[in-house]
């Protein structure tokens, strides 16, 4: 059973920069589609952003231009690279594949 550990959140001012890392468990990482999810309070857990397997990457609109997910299959680990940071970015941020959640890493936009 694949597990996944997120890391990297904080609290960090308006404008500014996050790196995101989720590491995966299982020696098939290369081959999932991995994808980015967040849960503001009180909001429905919504998807920020997909990578495949070959490297396609999808982004939601709250993400285009300033967020950007990749991925090291060497490291068995997908990132999420987030600047221009704003308020409305917090949450808790969740990586995902094949139906298997992280516990998630706390994201916090604030002056």
């Known amino acids: 059973q694949v597990q996944l550990v997120e890391s990297g959140g904080g609290l960090v001012q308006p404008g500014g920069s996050l790196r995101l890392s989720c590491a995966a468990s299982?020696?098939?990482?290369?081959?999932?589609?991995m994808r980015w999810f967040r849960q503001a309070p009180g909001k429905l857990r919504e998807l920020v952003a997909t990578?495949?397997?070959?490297?396609?990457?999808i982004y939601q609109d709250s993400a285009k231009g300033r967020f950007t997910i990749s991925r090291d299959n060497a490291k068995n680990t997908v990132y999420l690279q987030m600047n221009s940071l704003k308020p409305d970015d917090t949450a808790v941020y969740y990586c995902?594949?094949?139906?298997?959640w992280g516990q998630g890493t706390q994201v916090t936009v604030s002056s």
């Open positions: 299982g020696s098939s990482f290369s081959i999932y589609t």
């Open positions: 990578i495949t397997s070959s490297g396609s990457t």
């Open positions: 995902s594949t094949m139906g298997l």
